[in-house]
C-alpha cells in the first residue's frame, strides 16, 4: 500500500526531473533545428571553452559566488534573530501579525519588487532622493547610474524579499522544542541570551545545516529577477550586477545558441551538486546527526 501511495510522487518525479535530462545533450552539440539534437554534431567541450575564454567571465563568476555567499550569511543570521525574537513575545496575536507582514513580500514576484525599490531609488520622484537624503542634507543620488551602492541594495532586497520564508521554518523548529529545557535553564538563573545559545540554537542546529547545505547547493545559480528587473538593465550596472544567469540570458539565450546556454546550466547543476556532497561530507565529520544524509 505504501509502495502504491508513493507511485504518483515517483512518477513526478521521474517526468519532471529525470526524463528532461536528456537535454544534457545539448551543451555538448552544436545544435542546429534542421538535424535536432540527436542529429546535430558533437562539440565536445568547446561549449564550455567559450563559457570560460569570455573577457567576463571572471566578473560574472565573481559576482555570483560573492553575492551567494553574502546571501546565505544574512539567510541565516536575520530570519534566526527575527524567528527568535518573535518567538519570545507574550502577545500571541502580535507575533502573528509581525510573521505574516514578514512573510508576504515572499509572494511577490521580481517584476512587483523591481518596481517598488524603484519607488525608493527613483531620480525625480523616489523616496530616497525626494524625503530622505533632503533631510539629511545630501544630494539627490543617481542610484541606477552609481555601481558603488548596488553590492548593498542587491542583498538588502534579497534578504527583506526572503526573510519570512527563512523564518518561518526556524520558527517551527523553536516551537518543537519542550518547555521542559526552558524551565529548568530558568530555575537555574539563565538569562534569555544564555537560553538562547545554550538551548535553542543547539537545538535547531539541524534544519539551520540543511538550509545552509540547500543554499550551499544554489551557490552557482543566481537569482535572476533580482539581478536582471531590479537593476532595470542599466549597462552602467553590469560590472556589479551581471552573473552568470543574466549573462547567458543576454549572450546566447538573445542570439539563439542554446547550446552555450546549456552547457552554462550544466556547469551550474554540476559544481552545485558538488558543492552539496562536499559541504554534507564535512558535516558528518562534524557531526554526523546535523548532516543531510
Do not use: C
Request: overall charge negative; hydrophobic content about 55%; glycine content about 6%.
Amino acid at each position: 500500500m505504501f509502495y502504491i501511495m508513493m507511485l504518483p510522487g515517483m512518477l513526478l518525479l521521474l517526468l519532471n526531473n529525470y526524463i528532461p535530462m536528456f537535454g544534457i545533450l545539448i551543451a555538448f552539440k552544436n545544435i542546429n533545428y534542421t538535424d535536432g539534437i540527436l542529429g546535430s554534431p558533437w562539440v565536445g567541450l568547446n561549449n564550455f571553452e567559450y563559457l570560460f575564454k569570455t573577457s567576463d567571465a571572471w566578473i560574472i563568476t565573481r559576482n555570483t559566488l560573492l553575492y551567494n555567499s553574502f546571501f546565505i550569511v544574512l539567510n541565516l543570521l536575520f530570519p534566526l534573530a527575527f524567528a527568535i525574537m518573535l518567538n519570545e513575545m507574550k502577545n500571541r496575536f502580535l507575533a502573528k501579525f509581525h510573521q505574516t507582514v514578514m512573510f508576504l513580500p515572499y509572494f511577490l514576484s521580481m517584476v512587483v519588487i523591481s518596481y517598488l525599490v524603484f519607488g525608493f531609488l527613483s531620480d525625480e520622484h523616489g523616496y530616497m532622493n525626494s524625503t530622505v537624503l533632503p533631510a539629511l542634507g545630501m544630494e539627490p543620488l543617481q542610484w541606477y547610474f552609481t555601481k558603488e551602492v548596488w553590492p548593498y541594495i542587491l542583498p538588502i532586497v534579497n534578504t527583506w524579499k526572503g526573510m519570512g520564508y527563512f523564518m518561518v521554518i526556524y520558527m517551527a523548529a523553536i516551537i518543537g522544542i519542550d518547555d521542559e529545557y526552558y524551565e529548568a535553564a530558568t530555575i537555574d538563573g539563565a538569562s534569555k541570551w544564555q537560553q538562547m545559545i545554550s538551548i535553542t540554537i543547539p537545538l535547531i542546529m539541524p534544519v539551520i545545516t540543511i538550509m545552509t547545505l540547500l543554499q550551499i547547493g544554489r551557490i552557482f545559480n543566481a537569482d535572476f529577477g533580482l539581478f536582471f528587473q531590479v537593476p532595470r538593465e542599466s549597462g552602467v550596472l553590469f560590472p556589479v550586477t551581471n552573473v552568470i544567469d543574466t549573462y547567458v540570458y543576454r549572450t546566447f539565450l538573445t542570439v539563439g545558441d542554446i547550446g552555450l546556454s546549456s552547457a552554462a546550466g550544466l556547469l551550474q547543476s554540476v559544481v552545485g551538486f558538488s558543492l552539496v556532497f562536499f559541504s554534507n561530507w564535512i558535516v558528518r565529520r562534524l557531526n554526523r546527526e546535523n548532516a543531510l544524509f
